[in-house]
């Protein structure tokens, strides 16, 4: 009798301790294995010097992760020209200091940002099961979802205060213009689609006719949002909040996006198509996590540095 049960028994604790040891290496090591992703992305026009561009994304800043607020700090020493920040900087409403003290030395550079859902609203406790029920059911965030009741506020502005005075430029369902490495730049960003805070009536109009380049900024990558910026003729979208795709199976890649864009396109520089034309999508895959789920799994926390060439037609 005993030998029948033996070969499943040490199956059942075979596959025990490798589940344990993959926690212990999501939780314990990957969630804190900062990357810097590079890229290349033929856009400006031709003639024109390179243009280094940093993105930051989903930092997820909780009290106490001094690792994450040391490598932020470091980014500064790549000397960006120009900094971009695409949101969900914080999963603690007590660690605005901590982010702050983190972009410091970034705000030295000319940047830009947007919010995300995660920078007005504090985390709560959800199932990982329900992205993949959302999944399948086509709905994400707001976008199908009935709204959150009785959710606390983090204190965005306090944010928003400190990089308006650093001079970084406010996207929330707007355009601006700043200089960057002698280049004028036209930026057009949106709140974030995830909330359904997202107003393109308010930015339409395409790039700027007069600016060296125009640069799309959103916080979640949404269809709806990535097909307007595209049909309006914008050569290079800037998004995050995938995570990209944080828990992924090594591989085979990402199980979800936590919106509608396809797995494929969870993270990296891709191409997104509408009315006939394309733009290029850099999607960030962000260096946290919300605090709840503590966990990366194949998809290193990254922020990514951009190198904007001449376009080579």
Request: with cysteine; proline share 9%.
């Given at each position: 009798?005993?030998?029948?049960?033996?070969?499943?028994?040490n199956?059942?604790?075979?596959?025990?301790?490798?589940?344990?040891?993959?926690?212990?290496?999501?939780?314990?090591?990957?969630?804190?294995?900062?990357?810097?992703?590079?890229?290349?992305v033929?856009v400006?026009?031709?003639?024109?010097?390179?243009?280094?561009?940093?993105?930051?994304?989903?930092?997820?800043?909780?009290?106490?992760?001094?690792?994450?607020?040391r490598?932020?700090?470091s980014?500064?020493?790549?000397?960006?020209?120009?900094?971009?920040?695409?949101?969900?900087?914080?999963?603690?409403p007590?660690?605005?200091?901590?982010?702050?003290?983190?972009?410091?030395?970034?705000?030295?550079?000319?940047?830009?940002?947007?919010?995300?859902?995660?920078?007005?609203?504090?985390?709560?406790?959800r199932?990982?099961?329900?992205?993949?029920?959302?999944?399948s059911?086509?709905?994400?965030?707001?976008?199908?979802?009935?709204?959150?009741?009785n959710v606390?506020?983090?204190?965005?502005?306090?944010?928003?205060?400190?990089?308006d005075?650093?001079?970084?430029?406010n996207?929330?369902?707007?355009?601006?213009?700043?200089?960057?490495?002698?280049a004028?730049?036209?930026?057009?960003?949106?709140?974030?689609?995830?909330?359904?805070?997202?107003?393109?009536?308010?930015?339409?109009?395409?790039?700027?006719?007069?600016?060296?380049l125009?640069?799309?900024?959103?916080?979640?990558?949404?269809?709806?949002?990535?097909?307007?910026?595209?049909?309006d003729?914008?050569?290079l979208?800037?998004?995050?909040?995938?995570?990209?795709?944080?828990?992924?199976?090594?591989?085979?890649?990402a199980?979800?996006?936590?919106?509608?864009?396809?797995?494929?396109?969870?993270?990296?520089?891709?191409?997104?198509?509408?009315?006939?034309?394309?733009?290029?999508?850099?999607?960030?895959?962000?260096?946290?996590?919300?605090?709840?789920?503590?966990v990366?799994?194949a998809?290193?926390?990254?922020?990514?540095?951009?190198?904007?060439?001449?376009?080579?037609?």
């Open positions: 009798m005993r030998a029948r049960y033996r070969i499943p028994l199956a059942a604790l075979a596959v025990s301790a490798l589940a344990a040891g993959t926690v212990a290496y999501a939780a314990g090591f990957e969630v804190r294995s900062f990357r810097l992703r590079r890229v290349t033929p400006l026009p031709p003639g024109a010097p390179p243009l280094r561009v940093l993105q930051v994304s989903d930092i997820h800043m909780v009290s106490g992760q001094n690792k994450k607020r490598w932020l700090q980014l500064a020493g790549l000397r960006p020209d120009l900094v971009i920040n695409t949101g969900d900087n914080l999963s603690d007590e660690a605005v200091p901590e982010v702050l003290d983190a972009l410091g030395p970034l705000l030295e550079f000319p940047g830009a940002y947007v919010f995300g859902s995660n920078d007005y609203y504090a985390p709560r406790l199932n990982p099961a329900r992205y993949l029920a959302e999944r059911s086509g709905r994400h965030g707001l976008n199908g979802n009935a709204p959150a009741r606390p506020r983090n204190p965005w502005w306090l944010l928003r205060d400190t990089f005075e650093a001079g970084w430029v996207l929330t369902n707007t355009r601006g213009q700043l200089k960057a490495a002698g004028e730049i036209a930026l057009t960003g949106l709140d974030d689609p995830h909330i359904r805070r997202d107003r393109y009536e308010a930015v339409a109009g395409g790039p700027e006719p007069d600016a060296d125009s640069l799309a900024v959103v916080h979640a990558p949404y269809l709806r949002v990535l097909d307007a910026f595209t049909t003729g914008y050569p979208i800037l998004a995050g909040h995938t995570h990209g795709g944080q828990l992924c199976v090594p591989f085979y890649g199980l979800v996006t936590n919106c509608d864009l396809d797995t494929d396109r969870v993270k990296g520089l891709s191409h997104h198509e509408a009315a006939g034309r394309r733009s290029y999508l850099h999607v960030s895959a962000g260096c946290g996590t919300n605090r709840y789920t503590p990366r799994l998809c290193p926390p990254e922020a990514t540095l951009l190198t904007l060439t001449p376009t080579t037609t």
